[in-house]
């Protein structure tokens, strides 16, 4: 991969990723708009996005302890504080609500940092019919020093970058009140379990809501068909967007001969 990504230009601090996907009408207009689409974690395929363990710690949940002993005629002990703990834990409402909440607080789009996973193509780009779009980031500081994609004004960074981790173990949702503790709740967006470390998955993370955000036209660097690829079709998207975005290089997935991998060409 390191010959193919040589082929572009390297800002400081640029950031290439790949996004898999179908090309349907509504793609190619937001290819042609300069646009990505930051969408709800609900609605991905992975069942457990959003899923968490509460903390026990009762520096966390002390508040909330004490209110709930005193709504409930309770002494505020050990005892009663595990029951509480116990009982938010394995609450359907409570952990619902708290998901509910996470999931309208932040929008997400998904890329990946491997563009020649036959597993990916088939499973997100129409089964090898689709394309992969090659994007070139740059990268700035922003909120609580993550990295992030700066707007189109350059003012401000309100996309921000997250590998996603894969772990045999649910990430731990905590209920302080203060900034530190929203960071670290946030990575409950990008936790996956290992059974999908495969997807090398990257997040963009925004308090945006659902939707299409412009990015910087010339951060679309290249677009890759799938081996299935019509060529016909090919040839008129490739005759087409070269007239719209002089600096794209278009390429195409092919199978290894000898192998069960996948390679790249340039068209």
Same mark, same amino acid.
């Given at each position: ?5 040589? @082929? ?18 509504? $793609? ?16 991905? #395929?992975? =069942?457990?996005?959003?899923? +968490? ?18 709504? #409930?005629?309770? =002494?505020?002990? @050990? ?10 834990? !394995? ?32 499973? +997100?780009?129409?089964?090898? *019919? ?5 994007? &070139? ?6 909120? &609580? #020093?993550?990295?992030?994609? =700066? ?13 996603? !981790? ?18 670290? #709740? ?5 936790? *996956? &379990?290992?059974?999908?470390? +495969? ?6 993370? !925004?308090?945006?809501? =659902?939707?299409?955000?412009?990015? $910087?036209?010339?951060?679309?660097? &290249? ?7 019509? *060529? ?16 794209? $290089?278009? +390429?195409?997935?092919? *199978? ?9 060409? @340039?068209?």
């Amino acid at each position: 991969m390191t010959h193919f990504l040589d @082929q572009f230009d390297h800002g400081e601090n640029s950031q290439y990723l790949f996004h898999y996907c179908k090309l349907d009408q509504r $793609k190619f207009d937001s290819i042609l708009k300069s646009q990505i689409y930051l969408d709800d974690v609900r609605n991905f #395929n992975d =069942p457990y996005e959003l899923h +968490y363990l509460h903390t026990a710690d009762s520096d966390d949940w002390a508040e909330q302890a004490k209110d709930y002993c005193k709504e #409930n005629d309770l =002494p505020y002990d @050990q005892d009663t504080f595990q029951k509480f703990i116990d009982r938010i834990s !394995s609450d359907p409402v409570e952990r619902e609500t708290a998901m509910i909440r996470m999931a309208e607080n932040y929008s997400v789009c998904c890329f990946s940092r491997e563009l020649l996973n036959p597993i990916m193509w088939a499973h +997100y780009a129409d089964n090898h *019919k689709g394309i992969c779009l090659i994007y &070139g980031f740059d990268l700035g500081i922003g909120e &609580g #020093n993550l990295v992030g994609i =700066p707007d189109l004004d350059g003012k401000q960074i309100s996309m921000f970058l997250d590998d996603v !981790s894969y772990q045999d173990t649910f990430p731990v949702f905590s209920a302080k009140k203060d900034p530190n503790t929203e960071m670290k #709740n946030r990575k409950i967006l990008s936790t *996956k &379990g290992k059974v999908w470390e +495969y997807e090398k998955e990257v997040r963009i993370v !925004s308090k945006r809501r =659902p939707g299409l955000v412009s990015i $910087k036209e010339k951060s679309l660097k &290249g677009i890759c068909f799938g081996l299935r690829f019509p *060529k016909l079709s090919i040839e008129m998207y490739v005759s087409f967007l070269q007239k719209r975005f002089s600096w794209l $290089k278009f +390429y195409q997935i092919e *199978k290894e001969i000898k192998t069960y991998e996948i390679k790249v060409f @340039q068209l």
